[in-house]
């Protein structure tokens, strides 16, 4: 797999590999030369599109093709008149075209993850796939698998998924094939180990440039967990991939030729194109020998005063020969193959004119003429609908005491906590901190997705009170709410006291963005006074949770305290989500995409910070070794053996289950302990990783009286030999059955699903003994038991 440096001239390349200063906890050796694609796996045709289409271009247009450019989006590939090109529109991000207006807020990350449904999911992608497709963008920056969500911390866990790499890998598959069914590129970002905010860019401390943060990796970690939701979107057929700010093993994400050309390129078999995170290049020709296809931005002068390190550069190099025309073809064909074969040249809607408003670059700076068509909406009554669902979907019961829930038709309804307001600061949370316009993290208003690259702008949120509201109208119930937090800690409450409520409904907020990591996990803004006051007012006190997760609760053994519902982000329907869980129109079905420690001390913190490397001039100061490998979240928890206060994979239903008759079926015994060499690789690695080995199969029943939906779970415990956690998620699937009925479900497990990573003979590999199998609810709650012998 690992190839050896072929090139001559790199020694800056190499030298930037391998960290001089610091000890490295994980090493990403030099791979060269940069994989060419084939377009196996289907892309064969559009290949050839591609390859008709480099013959005409002259190498400046080449050098055009990977750099970007000003223009209305995001980011901008420059059109080529001559050959009928209009250039690319690359717009933000994971939940909604976040440059446009008359555009849907979704879901968040978040939120899919703890829905655990990948219909949803698919559906969702496809939606947001049909939206950029409406406002003419091509590639839509999202989904986000890295981070993963290594520490509870992260700032921008939200727009991912899940820390577990099983579920992660589920869903950014199925989210690729959403948004790539509506004909639009996905760019999953960013790869790789981009597992803090803290220190994701270089800084300068005393004149002196301080090296973005290391994630240092080692290669089982690697490629068990952080790499493995990758190879899934890469399966699934994602256009493109963004490389990180951070450094992995001491070399930068952009231009590690280990993690762009030996892990992505050659093993997993990307044949699509990889872009830099927003000037996250740090070199030209050393970048592009490493991998890197496309430079974003690219030649921008007013946010730094550097041209790009590829434009004009690229032409140079490839005429004074330090560049091969070979390589440059190849990631023009990377780039332009995709758009082929999503059919982008033919009738895709011109950039929508909203878009140059809040661009990246003032109109000042483009060198191109781009079409600009009308303002479009693009929303849709079903997007709407998909949105509550998911909301509902991902919204997780925790506490269910003495019947609170579902509401029946309380007729005095108490509703308190900022989190429960409409919006008072307007509708785009696009920085992340401070005091500038726009900042997400303001007191009163409900907290429907996070800040940064990754927010939405509302076109209208439905918020909690809102809903309730109009819940209670429907019926004559009175609602009486305190939405002012401050007013609330100074007593506010006092005022019910003579008409107390029959259900005091709390809501609280965790704010989260890209450029800064959490520095609690406990709901802001005095969540814990606000509680413990409601629940003296009232023994029936609901707790709702929006926002980031995971969030440790102090007061969750407060007997007043009868329901605790962690609600997530789930977008612009955040009301009407959270009306139709607390009323029971819909079951709560999601489970917990994460563990709820007891204290915020007891989870692994891990990320790198403190006062000593902040004002450290050594420039590689900033080193986060990865040395709990595997066993993040639950994994560690259940390492340690630790009590959790909600386990992962954990959730309430309004109805009960039973899980029944665990089978195991294997396809043949004695399987080669290693996938054939000689198999192909297509994208996603080797074929015969992906080939069914083993199925489980399992009965669900709902043994309640309501109608509703759970999640059997499967989780794997792997012998010593493979050096795995105790237990990891290996199956999953959102059921949904009718009072009394039961059914039955399959599991089928891949040749990796079964294998762990022998770093000796860089293989998956198959242990020889017998794995267990155990089978129900969370992680926690597994009834079944089985064990299963390839
Ligand atoms: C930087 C963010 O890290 C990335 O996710 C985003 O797509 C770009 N900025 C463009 O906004």
């Given at each position: 797999?690992?190839?050896?440096?072929?090139?001559?001239?790199?020694?800056?390349?190499?030298?930037?590999?391998?960290?001089?200063?610091?000890t490295?906890y994980?090493?990403?050796?030099?791979?060269y030369?940069s994989?060419?694609?084939?377009?196996?796996?289907?892309?064969?045709?559009?290949?050839?599109?591609?390859?008709?289409?480099?013959?005409?271009?002259?190498?400046e247009?080449?050098?055009?093709?990977?750099?970007?450019?000003?223009?209305p989006?995001?980011?901008?590939?420059?059109?080529?008149?001559?050959?009928?090109?209009?250039?690319?529109?690359?717009?933000?991000?994971?939940?909604?075209?976040?440059?446009?207006?008359?555009a849907?807020?979704?879901?968040?990350?978040?939120?899919?993850?703890?829905?655990?449904?990948?219909?949803?999911?698919?559906?969702?992608?496809?939606?947001?796939?049909?939206?950029?497709?409406?406002?003419?963008?091509?590639?839509?920056?999202?989904?986000?698998?890295?981070?993963?969500?290594?520490?509870?911390?992260?700032?921008?866990?939200?727009?991912?998924?899940?820390?577990?790499?099983?579920?992660?890998?589920?869903?950014?598959?199925?989210?690729?094939?959403?948004?790539?069914?509506?004909?639009?590129?996905?760019?999953?970002?960013?790869y790789?180990?981009?597992?803090q905010?803290?220190?994701?860019?270089?800084?300068?401390?005393?004149?002196?440039?301080?090296?973005?943060?290391?994630?240092?990796?080692?290669?089982?970690?690697?490629?068990?967990?952080?790499?493995?939701?990758?190879a899934?979107?890469?399966?699934?057929?994602?256009?493109?991939?963004?490389?990180?700010?951070?450094?992995?093993?001491?070399?930068?994400?952009?231009?590690?030729?280990?993690?762009?050309?030996?892990?992505?390129?050659?093993e997993?078999?990307?044949?699509?194109?990889?872009?830099?995170?927003?000037?996250a290049?740090h070199?030209?020709?050393?970048?592009i020998?490493?991998?890197?296809?496309?430079?974003?931005?690219?030649?921008?002068?007013?946010?730094?005063?550097?041209?790009s390190?590829?434009?004009?550069?690229?032409t140079?190099?490839?005429?004074?020969?330090?560049?091969s025309?070979?390589?440059?073809?190849?990631?023009?064909?990377?780039?332009?193959?995709?758009?082929?074969h999503?059919?982008?040249?033919v009738?895709?809607?011109?950039?929508?004119?909203?878009?140059?408003?809040?661009?990246?670059?003032?109109?000042?700076e483009?060198?191109?003429?781009?079409?600009?068509?009308?303002?479009?909406?693009?929303?849709?009554?079903?997007?709407?609908?998909?949105?509550?669902?998911?909301?509902?979907?991902?919204?997780?019961?925790?506490?269910?005491?003495?019947?609170?829930?579902?509401?029946?038709?309380?007729?005095?309804?108490?509703?308190?906590?900022?989190?429960?307001?409409?919006?008072?600061?307007?509708?785009?949370?696009?920085?992340?901190?401070?005091?500038?316009?726009?900042?997400?993290?303001?007191?009163?208003?409900?907290?429907?997705?996070?800040?940064?690259?990754?927010?939405?702008?509302?076109?209208?949120?439905?918020?909690?009170?809102?809903?309730?509201?109009?819940?209670?109208?429907?019926?004559?119930?009175?609602?009486?709410?305190?939405?002012?937090?401050?007013?609330?800690?100074?007593?506010?409450?006092?005022?019910?006291?003579?008409?107390?409520?029959?259900?005091?409904?709390?809501?609280?907020?965790?704010?989260?963005s890209?450029?800064?990591?959490?520095?609690?996990?406990?709901?802001?803004?005095?969540?814990?006074?606000?509680?413990?006051?409601?629940?003296?007012?009232?023994?029936?006190?609901?707790?709702?949770?929006?926002?980031?997760?995971?969030?440790?609760?102090?007061?969750r053994?407060?007997?007043?305290?009868?329901?605790?519902?962690?609600?997530?982000?789930?977008?612009?329907?955040?009301?009407?989500?959270?009306?139709?869980?607390?009323?029971?129109?819909?079951?709560?079905?999601?489970?917990?995409?994460?563990?709820?420690?007891?204290?915020?001390?007891?989870?692994?913190k891990?990320?790198?910070?403190?006062?000593?490397?902040?004002?450290?001039?050594?420039?590689?100061?900033?080193?986060?070794?990865?040395?709990e490998?595997?066993l993040?979240?639950?994994?560690?928890?259940?390492?340690?053996?630790?009590?959790?206060?909600?386990?992962f994979?954990?959730?309430?239903?309004?109805t009960?289950?039973?899980?029944?008759?665990?089978?195991?079926?294997?396809?043949?015994?004695?399987?080669?302990?290693?996938?054939?060499?000689?198999?192909?690789v297509?994208?996603?690695?080797?074929?015969?990783?992906?080939?069914?080995?083993?199925?489980?199969?399992?009965?669900?029943?709902?043994?309640?009286?309501?109608?509703?939906?759970?999640?059997?779970?499967?989780?794997?415990?792997?012998?010593?030999?493979?050096?795995?956690?105790?237990?990891?998620?290996?199956g999953?699937?959102?059921?949904?059955?009718?009072?009394?009925?039961?059914?039955?479900?399959?599991?089928?497990?891949?040749?990796?699903?079964?294998?762990?990573w022998?770093?000796?003979?860089?293989?998956?590999?198959?242990?020889t003994?017998?794995?267990?199998?155990?089978?129900?609810?969370?992680s926690?709650?597994?009834?079944?038991?089985?064990?299963?012998?390839?």
């Amino acid at each position: 797999m690992v190839r050896t440096l072929s090139l001559v001239g790199l020694a800056a390349t190499v030298a930037a590999q391998f960290n001089i200063n610091h000890t490295q906890y994980g090493t990403s050796p030099p791979v060269y030369p940069s994989p060419q694609m084939s377009g196996a796996g289907g892309w064969e045709g559009a290949l050839e599109k591609a390859q008709a289409f480099l013959a005409e271009l002259t190498t400046e247009e080449k050098a055009q093709i990977v750099t970007g450019t000003a223009g209305p989006c995001v980011g901008n590939i420059g059109p080529i008149e001559r050959l009928s090109f209009s250039g690319l529109c690359l717009q933000d991000g994971p939940l909604a075209i976040r440059q446009a207006i008359y555009a849907s807020v979704f879901s968040a990350g978040l939120s899919s993850a703890a829905s655990w449904d990948r219909r949803l999911v698919r559906q969702r992608g496809a939606y947001i796939g049909a939206e950029f497709r409406g406002k003419g963008a091509h590639v839509a920056l999202g989904p986000v698998v890295g981070p993963l969500s290594r520490s509870p911390f992260g700032g921008r866990n939200w727009e991912g998924f899940s820390p577990d790499s099983y579920l992660s890998g589920v869903l950014v598959e199925e989210s690729v094939y959403g948004i790539q069914s509506a004909g639009v590129q996905a760019c999953i970002k960013h790869y790789i180990g981009n597992e803090q905010e803290t220190q994701r860019n270089p800084s300068t401390v005393n004149g002196t440039t301080i090296e973005a943060i290391s994630s240092n990796v080692d290669d089982k970690t690697m490629h068990e967990t952080y790499l493995w939701p990758f190879a899934n979107a890469v399966r699934a057929g994602t256009a493109s991939i963004m490389c990180s700010y951070n450094r992995i093993n001491g070399s930068y994400g952009c231009q590690n030729s280990k993690t762009l050309n030996g892990l992505l390129k050659d093993e997993l078999g990307f044949q699509g194109y990889v872009m830099s995170d927003w000037l996250a290049t740090h070199s030209g020709v050393a970048s592009i020998e490493a991998g890197l296809d496309m430079d974003m931005p690219g030649g921008i002068t007013f946010v730094i005063p550097n041209p790009s390190f590829f434009g004009g550069n690229v032409t140079t190099a490839v005429n004074n020969g330090s560049l091969s025309t070979q390589r440059v073809d190849d990631m023009v064909l990377r780039i332009m193959t995709p758009y082929f074969h999503l059919k982008q040249d033919v009738d895709f809607p011109p950039i929508d004119n909203f878009s140059s408003r809040l661009g990246f670059f003032p109109a000042s700076e483009y060198l191109y003429n781009f079409t600009l068509g009308p303002i479009v909406d693009v929303r849709q009554e079903q997007h709407a609908q998909l949105i509550r669902d998911l909301g509902a979907a991902g919204t997780v019961l925790l506490k269910n005491a003495n019947g609170a829930l579902p509401l029946k038709t309380p007729k005095n309804i108490g509703v308190f906590g900022n989190d429960a307001a409409d919006l008072t600061q307007g509708q785009y949370s696009l920085s992340s901190t401070g005091t500038t316009l726009f900042q997400g993290d303001y007191n009163i208003g409900t907290l429907a997705v996070g800040g940064g690259s990754g927010t939405g702008r509302f076109t209208y949120v439905v918020s909690p009170l809102e809903a309730i509201k109009a819940r209670g109208r429907s019926y004559g119930a009175i609602v009486q709410y305190i939405t002012d937090n401050e007013y609330l800690t100074l007593g506010g409450l006092a005022a019910l006291a003579p008409a107390p409520p029959e259900v005091c409904i709390v809501f609280l907020k965790s704010w989260a963005s890209e450029g800064s990591d959490r520095s609690t996990l406990i709901a802001e803004w005095n969540s814990t006074v606000i509680v413990n006051q409601t629940a003296t007012l009232c023994n029936n006190t609901v707790v709702v949770l929006h926002g980031a997760a995971p969030n440790t609760m102090p007061w969750r053994d407060n007997p007043n305290v009868t329901a605790i519902i962690a609600a997530h982000m789930p977008g612009q329907e955040s009301g009407n989500s959270i009306a139709d869980i607390l009323w029971g129109d819909v079951d709560p079905s999601g489970r917990l995409p994460y563990t709820i420690a007891n204290e915020e001390t007891d989870y692994a913190k891990n990320l790198v910070n403190s006062t000593a490397l902040v004002t450290s001039t050594d420039p590689d100061a900033w080193q986060a070794d990865f040395v709990e490998g595997n066993l993040i979240d639950y994994k560690e928890f259940d390492a340690r053996n630790a009590s959790v206060a909600f386990e992962f994979g954990f959730g309430l239903s309004y109805t009960t289950f039973n899980i029944s008759n665990l089978q195991v079926q294997v396809n043949g015994s004695n399987a080669s302990r290693t996938p054939n060499p000689a198999a192909p690789v297509r994208p996603g690695g080797n074929i015969e990783l992906w080939a069914t080995l083993a199925t489980v199969s399992v009965t669900v029943s709902n043994t309640g009286s309501v109608s509703g939906a759970t999640v059997p779970q499967l989780y794997l415990s792997y012998p010593e030999e493979a050096n795995a956690p105790h237990r990891s998620l290996r199956g999953f699937e959102k059921v949904v059955l009718s009072a009394g009925i039961s059914g039955t479900l399959n599991f089928p497990l891949t040749r990796r699903d079964l294998s762990y990573w022998d770093t000796r003979t860089q293989q998956w590999t198959l242990p020889t003994g017998a794995i267990e199998v155990h089978a129900g609810f969370s992680s926690r709650n597994l009834p079944l038991r089985g064990s299963l012998t390839v």
